[in-house]
Every structure is written in C-alpha cells, then in structure tokens.
C-alpha cells in the first residue's frame, strides 16, 4: 500500500495559520465583552425573581439581598394556592387556552396567506402586500380604540376570541412564511399538479411540511407573545374567573397591603413554562429566523 507523500508546510503558511488563531480569539473575546453586560440583565431579574419567590415574607425585604434564602420555604406558593380570591390555577388555565388556540389560529393563517402571496397570482397581490409590510410601521396605539369598538360591537369584549382573534393576523408570519414558500422550486408542485393534487391539496401535504422549521419558529413566538401579553387582556377582560395569568399577577399586587412573596410566586409560576418552552425549542427559533434571509426574494 503506497502512502501520498506530505506537502511540507512553508513558513508563511504556518503565520497565516497562527494569525486567522488570533483573530478568532480576539473576535471571540470582544463579543463575550459586548454580551456579557446584556446577559447580565437578563438573568439577574430571573434569579431574583426565584430567590424571593422562595423567601419568607417577612424577609422580603433584608439587605443586602439572599439571594439564597435563609431559610429556603415553599409558605408563598401554598399561600396562593389556598387563596380563593386568587384562583391562580384558572388563570393558568385560561393563559394555557388562550395561548394554544391563538397559536394554531395564527399559524394557520400565516401559512396559508404566505402561500397565496408566494404561489398564486391574483389582482393587486404586490400591492396588498406592500400594505401589508407597511402596517408594520403603524403604532398599535392607533389600532387600539377601532379594535376595542368593533369587539364591542361583535358582542366580543369579556371573552377569549377577544385576545387572539386581533393577534390572528400576524404581519410578521405571513412575511416569513411568503419567504419560505418563494424557496420551494416550482417543479415539485408542477409534479403534484400532473399526479391530480388539487390547490390546497399541494399547500397541504407538499408545501407546507416543507416549511416545518419556520411553522415552528412562529409557533413559538406566537405562543410566547400571548403567554405574556397584559396590556390587552387587561383591556378586553372584566371578570375575575376568565382573567389570563399576567392580569392576575396585576391583582395580586393591589390593595393596601402588597404581598411581595405572593406576588414573586406567581411570577415565578407564570415564567417558568415559557422558560421550558423556549429552552426546548430554542433551536427551531434560531433555524427559523436565520433561513429567513437565505428564502425567496
């Protein structure tokens, strides 16, 4: 067995080799000094957060702060949970409702507005698009009264659809999802069509799970979004049973007398699924929003 003989390395070679080194090195500890500052003001307010949430009350408000408690208690969360007037597992509920459905109402509606833009001609698409795009540079403090009237006058104010049906129409979804079907090479539907598929058959089953990773994507910001909302469903929501959680963490924090532990509680309950949500799904965010770019025109 005959071996290639090895091209030596010429001392040029090895410089460029040496400095590319240095450069990664000097690139990489100037992004951890840019980030750092960011990450710290992100986790610090979470670690916070857990600490009091598992704080008594009555050392809510030492200083310096434990950031490890002395002792460690779990009286907030039983608190709570004993509270009738707080029935903080039906806000948790109601956010889990509102959320789950907006997200698949969005989504839906998303995919199939984005293939109708990216696939189908029909009259005045680039301008209605165009529209589109530059609602996204409308304050949505100008929209807020016209929305809240027509709820009024569908009979919608105190419900759910009230929540998710505005968010429905996602501007930001249909863009993404236009740009991703504009990427699918026509040749593939012009197959399905010779095979008999009809129109929504071919968005259906040829189209759209080709489009998985940024369904996914939207998903979860969707989900998110309506997870976290306050200032609309503090808005359109009255009743104390239908409340979604954040509305509820506001009604923890009223009267004259503020329960800090109580509060941090159902902060700390409130968090930690759109923490597990986004940690397992943190990848397919990253996927969606960097193919953005690369897709269609």
Not at 156 to 162: G, P, R
Not at 198 to 209: A, E, K, S
Not at 216 to 222: C, D
Not at 266 to 280: D, K, R, T, W
Request: hydrophobic share 55%; proline share 6%.
């Amino acid at each position: 067995m005959t071996t290639l003989p090895q091209i030596p390395t010429t001392p040029f070679q090895k410089q460029g080799a040496d400095s590319g080194r240095g450069k990664g090195w000097r690139r990489s500890i100037l992004m951890w000094l840019l980030l750092s500052p960011l990450v710290f003001m992100v986790i610090v307010p979470l670690v916070y957060m857990t600490a009091m949430a598992f704080t008594l009350e009555s050392n809510q408000l030492n200083f310096p702060i434990e950031w490890i408690p002395k002792p460690i208690t779990v009286t907030n969360f039983t608190h709570i949970f004993a509270d009738t007037t707080l029935p903080i597992v039906r806000w948790f509920f109601n956010s889990l409702v509102v959320s789950v459905i907006g997200t698949v109402v969005i989504v839906f509606l998303s995919t199939l507005s984005g293939y109708a833009f990216a696939r189908l001609d029909f009259p005045f698409k680039n301008l209605l698009f165009s529209l589109l795009i530059f609602s996204l540079m409308i304050p949505a403090a100008i929209t807020l009264i016209p929305v809240f009237l027509l709820l009024r006058d569908f009979k919608m104010l105190n419900t759910y659809q009230a929540i998710w049906l505005p968010a429905s129409a996602s501007v930001l979804g249909i863009f993404l999802m236009r740009q991703h079907f504009y990427a699918i090479p026509s040749e593939i539907e012009d197959a399905a069509r010779i095979d008999g598929a009809g129109r929504f058959r071919i968005y259906w089953q040829v189209c759209l799970p080709m489009v998985r990773s940024s369904m996914v994507a939207i998903a979860i910001f969707s989900f998110l979004l309506l997870w976290n909302d306050l200032f609309w469903p503090l808005i359109v929501l009255s009743e104390r049973e239908i409340l979604t959680l954040p509305v509820g963490l506001l009604v923890i924090q009223q009267g004259s007398y503020i329960q800090r532990g109580l509060a941090f509680a159902g902060a700390f309950i409130a968090s930690v699924p759109a923490l597990i949500f986004y940690a397992i799904f943190q990848r397919k965010i990253i996927a969606g929003i960097t193919m953005t770019g690369m897709a269609g025109q």
